[in-house]
C-alpha cells in the first residue's frame, strides 16, 4: 500500500489544478471515498453551504457494456462525509462550469445529475480517467506512476492518522464496517501517534514537577 506525504499531496493537488478533470482526483483525496462512491456521487447528495456530501449509491460498470447505479460496499458506506471549505469552492466553480457544458450541449446532454460528468453529462469510467489524466497528473507532480487511484483513499486516511485525528472520526469517513478494519489496515501510522500521545503526557504530567524520581 502507498500513501502520500504531505508534501507529495501538496504537488499532487498542484498538478490537479492543472488538469481538466483534476477536481475528482482532488476530491478523491480530500474524502477518502471509494472510487465507485464519488463517480456516483449526484448534485442532490452534495449540500454546499453545509459542506456535506452524502454517500449512498455506487457506480457500476457491466461487463457487457453499459452502467448503472448499485447498493454502496456494506451498511456502513451510507455516511455522510464533511468537506474542507477548498473544496466546496471548487465544487462551486465546477457545478457553473457544468451547467455551461449543459446548455451548450443541448438534447445531446444526458442529465444524470453527476457531480462528475463527461461533457455528454455521462459517468466517467474510471480507466480512462486513470490513464488520460491521472497518470499525467502523477508525471508532472514527480510522483511514482505505481500509484493507484485507490490508493489516494489510503492517502486520506494515513494524512489524518498521522495528524492526531480519532481513529473512529477516520473509520466513519471510510465507511468502514468496524474500527478494528481500520486500525489493522493502518496499523503502521499508529507507531507515530502513539509518540506523539507520550509526547503529551510528557507535558501533561511532568512538565511542572520535572522527571519523576522513585
Not at 123 to 130: A, G, M, S, V
Not at 134 to 157: D, I
Not at 197 to 206: D, G, P, S, V, Y
Request: proline share 4%; aromatic share 8%; hydrophobic share 40%.
Amino acid at each position: 500500500m502507498q500513501a502520500f506525504s504531505p508534501e507529495d499531496a501538496g504537488r499532487f493537488l498542484k498538478a490537479a489544478q492543472e488538469d481538466e478533470q483534476g477536481i475528482v482526483f482532488a476530491f478523491a483525496l480530500a474524502t477518502g471515498i471509494r472510487p465507485e462512491e464519488y463517480l456516483a456521487l449526484k448534485w442532490c447528495d452534495v449540500d454546499l453551504e453545509a459542506g456535506m456530501a452524502v454517500v449512498q449509491r455506487a457506480l457500476v460498470w457491466r461487463k457487457g457494456g453499459g452502467w448503472y447505479f448499485g447498493e454502496p460496499k456494506t451498511s456502513r458506506s451510507r455516511r455522510t462525509v464533511s468537506l474542507p471549505a477548498s473544496l466546496v469552492q471548487a465544487l462551486i466553480t465546477l457545478r457553473r462550469k457544468q451547467s455551461e457544458a449543459r446548455l451548450k450541449a443541448g438534447a445531446l446532454y444526458q442529465n444524470n445529475d453527476l457531480v462528475f460528468a463527461t461533457s455528454e453529462g455521462t459517468p466517467h469510467n474510471l480507466r480512462n480517467l486513470t490513464q488520460r489524466n491521472f497518470h499525467p497528473m502523477l508525471r508532472r507532480a514527480n510522483l511514482p506512476l505505481t500509484f493507484r487511484v485507490y490508493e489516494l483513499r489510503q492517502s486520506c486516511t494515513t494524512l489524518l492518522l498521522a495528524a492526531g485525528e480519532n481513529p473512529n472520526v477516520v473509520s466513519e469517513r471510510l465507511g468502514h464496517v468496524l474500527i478494528v478494519l481500520t486500525l489493522d489496515t493502518y496499523s503502521h501510522v499508529l507507531p507515530s501517534m502513539q509518540q506523539a500521545a507520550t509526547a503529551k503526557l510528557e507535558a501533561i504530567l511532568f512538565a511542572r514537577t520535572g522527571t519523576y524520581k522513585n
